[in-house]
Every structure is written in structure tokens, then in C-alpha cells.
């Protein structure tokens, strides 16, 4: 595997070339702060994006096309990390190498990811109103059914309530109150500022060349050279001083109980012991075999589920577990014991190695995958270095028995956020 990065266009582009595929994947990352104002509006312009251009207007259209390009992939996600929001682009087709016949295949695939960014269906400095709405429709139902899924709700609400007074409390899935003040207008003024304000960043992964593509981006995203290279900051520092730990508690007619744990770490992705906070996570609820699973779980039958995992843009941990109403108390005690018994010391050699042993294995696995190299190229982007591969696992393998108990005594709980039923026990 072979990395390399220029910045020769006025965007980051970087080429990943590996003979492990016989794709190739691209994406391109408009990345902007992140804004309660404009998330809304930015995820409904993506959504427009992805489905229809100019020279395709309809979704069969587009499909139609792809599937001429061997069944090339095309779409585009949203993602709220730490302070920022960023709308990603993606393309996946069949590297012409391994196809009898074909030539200039990813060419046709660029103008395709060319032809959604930059050409999408707009008059007169507006999109289509009847998308506009049609769009505005699905994502109210994508919101609302959130509330369907519970565990996935209870951890909204948890963090809604622990980030109210912070940029990161913004949901990330937008908001139904905005959709009404959107419109065909509106929405083209945020795609104009997506086009104009946000870092750009390009990585491309497959058996390539990077002069190659390098060349192929310079005359197919010819618009994007007009962008500066632009910062922005994604890694939250922001933080409060915890005086009381926040309890709230919201009745539905459901049939299990949610509890929900929110802490500070006081770590993140940048700081010296983060690779201790992955291996506290690894002993304390992130795997099948850590304490939570075993102890909450299976000693004391408490809970159906109870796992934890970590944001390392914002220095957040949440512990989820759905229980019966009646042990929500107990669940709660026997959580907390948990983590006293990390920052005690009360640790084994055996849950340290199990915990590593997983970490790097689930590292490892991501990278066979393209999308799981496009990410950890991500991470380095954030961080501003080239975190490889070998440097993640050695520093994983280097964390302490003892580097594990100061990230557990770092620890502060924040917020509880337990959905329960009305009457219940």
C-alpha cells in the first residue's frame, strides 16, 4: 500500500493505491462548523444531490446510468463529528482492469461524482420545488421515526440533554421545525455555500496511479480549485464543570426500560492517552468480554444488553443497556461498580489482552474493506499526521495496566437518561 497527498488544486487529495481490490472508492468531503442553523438545510441538500442531476433528473435515470458503468455506486451521507458537519460523496466501481473490454471506466465514474456535486437540477438559481418537498417529506419521516427505535432514541435524548448548552448537543439528524422555513431558494443558497465556504478533501483507494488520478480530478473537478485550502477544526474541546450529575427520567408505553449513562472522559483523539481511553473501553463495555457484558449481564441478569462506547472527537463515553423497569436502580449500581473496580486496579492481565487482542483485530478488519481505509485516512486528516496502521497497534500493545486506572479516575459521570414505562417499578 502506497500514500500519497497533494494540495497542488486548492483541495486535499489523497490516493491510497493497493492491489487488495478490484474496486476503486472515492470520496470527496465537504466539511463545514457545525451549526444548529444550517444542519437541517444541509442534510436535505444531500439528500437532493444523490438522487437526480441535470442530465439525469430522475433517480431511475441516474440508476440507469450507473448500472451502464458496470453497477457503479453512487451516494452521499452527512455526518455530525465533534464540531463539524460534513457532507461526503461517494463513488465505488469496478476497477476496467479486471473487466474484458472496458476503458475509461473511472473516468466515466468522476464524471458521474462530477455531474452529482456540481451539476445537480437548478433554474434560475433554485432547485425544483416538487423535490424540494418530496425531499422535505422523507426526511420528517426519517426524523420521526426515530422515536420507533428506542435504543437508538434514549441515546439522542441522552446527549441532547448532556450537550444542551454546547455546540455538540445539536442533533445531528436535523430538526422538523426547520423544514417549514426551507425552501427551493434556501436550500440553493446552502449549496452555494457548501460549494464556496467548506474544506474540501479528496482521498481515492484501488490499484491506481496516483499521477493518474491526480490528473483526472485537475480536469474533472475543475470548480473545486477555486476553493482555499481551508481549517476547520473538528476535535471539540469543549467542556463544563459537572456540579450535580443530571437524572431524567421520560415515560412511554414500551415494553423494556432504557438506561442510559453519559460521562466526560476528558480524552480525546489528540491527546497522549487516548489509546488508553480505547483499552479502558475494551475492559470496561465495548466487547462481549468486557465487564459490563459480563458482570451487569450475565452475573446479575440485569440487563438484556449493556455496552459502552466512546467519542473521541468530543471526550464523551455513554453506557446503553435495556433492562426491565424494576432494576434500573441495581443496574445502575452494579455499572458504577464497574468502573470503580477499573480505577482500583481491580483489573486482570487477561482482561487487558482480550481487550487489545479486539481492538486489533477490529482495526485490521476495517481494512479490508476500502471504505474502512478511506476512514482511517479520515482520522489522519483530523489529526494532521499519518496514523498507520503499525502505529496504532503499537501503541494499543504499549497501554498499561496502570495507564488504564488514570483514565478510569479521569472518568465524571454527566447525565441519566432512563425511558421507562408510566407506573412502573
Do not use: W
Not at 452527512?78 to 476503458?103: C, D, R
Not at 421515526?145 to 435524548?157: P, R, V
Not at 494532521?384 to 495496566?401: D, F, H, Q
Amino acid at each position: 500500500m502506497q500514500i500519497n497527498t497533494n494540495t497542488d488544486q486548492g483541495y486535499k487529495l489523497t490516493t491510497i493505491a493497493t492491489k487488495k481490490f478490484k474496486t476503486t472508492v472515492v470520496k470527496v468531503a465537504f466539511k463545514a462548523p457545525l451549526d444548529r442553523n444550517t444542519i437541517t438545510s444541509r442534510i436535505l441538500l444531500a439528500n437532493i444531490l444523490r438522487n437526480s442531476t441535470q442530465s439525469y433528473p430522475t433517480k431511475k435515470e441516474l440508476n440507469a446510468h450507473l448500472e451502464h458503468l458496470y453497477g457503479a455506486h453512487l451516494s452521499a451521507v452527512v455526518n455530525k463529528q465533534g464540531q463539524s458537519h460534513t457532507i461526503k460523496f461517494y463513488l465505488s466501481i469496478a476497477n476496467e482492469k479486471f473487466l474484458q473490454g472496458a476503458s475509461g471506466l473511472l473516468e466515466s465514474g468522476v464524471n458521474a461524482l462530477n455531474e452529482m456535486i456540481f451539476n445537480p437540477l437548478i433554474k434560475e438559481n433554485a432547485f425544483d420545488q416538487d423535490v424540494i418537498e418530496l425531499e422535505k417529506r422523507l426526511l420528517k419521516e426519517e426524523i420521526e421515526s426515530i422515536y420507533d427505535d428506542k435504543t437508538t432514541y434514549a441515546t439522542k435524548k441522552l446527549i441532547a440533554h448532556m450537550c444542551k448548552d454546547e455546540k455538540y448537543g445539536v442533533n445531528s439528524e436535523g430538526y422538523i421545525e426547520d423544514l417549514a422555513n426551507i425552501s427551493a431558494t434556501s436550500v440553493y443558497d446552502t449549496y452555494q455555500s457548501m460549494l464556496n465556504n467548506d474544506a474540501v478533501t479528496l482521498s481515492i483507494v484501488g490499484d491506481i496511479s496516483h499521477e493518474e488520478v491526480s490528473a483526472l480530478f485537475a480536469k474533472n473537478f475543475d470548480i473545486v480549485k477555486k476553493h482555499a485550502q481551508l481549517k476547520i477544526d473538528t476535535i471539540d474541546n469543549e467542556d463544563k464543570t459537572i456540579k450535580n450529575i443530571e437524572t431524567i427520567t421520560e415515560t412511554q408505553n414500551i415494553a423494556q426500560a432504557k438506561l442510559n449513562i453519559g460521562y466526560r472522559t476528558h480524552t480525546r483523539i489528540n491527546d497522549e492517552d487516548y489509546f488508553a481511553l480505547m483499552v479502558f473501553n475494551g475492559v470496561f463495555g465495548a466487547f462481549a468480554h468486557s465487564k459490563l457484558f459480563t458482570n451487569v449481564r450475565e452475573k446479575n441478569s440485569l440487563c438484556y444488553y449493556c455496552s459502552s462506547r466512546l467519542d473521541n472527537f468530543k471526550g464523551l463515553m455513554y453506557v446503553y443497556s435495556g433492562l426491565d423497569f424494576k432494576n434500573c436502580d441495581m443496574a445502575q449500581k452494579i455499572i458504577d461498580e464497574q468502573l470503580t473496580d477499573v480505577a482500583n486496579g481491580n483489573i486482570t492481565e487477561k482482561e487487558i489482552e482480550l481487550a487489545k487482542k479486539s481492538l486489533i483485530n477490529s482495526k485490521l478488519e476495517s481494512l479490508d474493506s476500502s471504505l474502512g481505509m478511506v476512514a482511517e485516512q479520515e482520522v489522519s486528516e483530523i489529526l494532521g499526521y499519518e496514523l498507520s496502521t503499525e502505529t496504532y497497534l503499537e501503541k494499543i500493545n504499549a497501554v498499561t495496566k496502570d495507564d488504564i486506572q488514570k483514565i478510569a479516575k479521569k472518568m465524571t459521570k454527566d447525565t441519566i437518561f432512563i425511558l421507562t414505562k408510566e407506573g412502573a417499578e
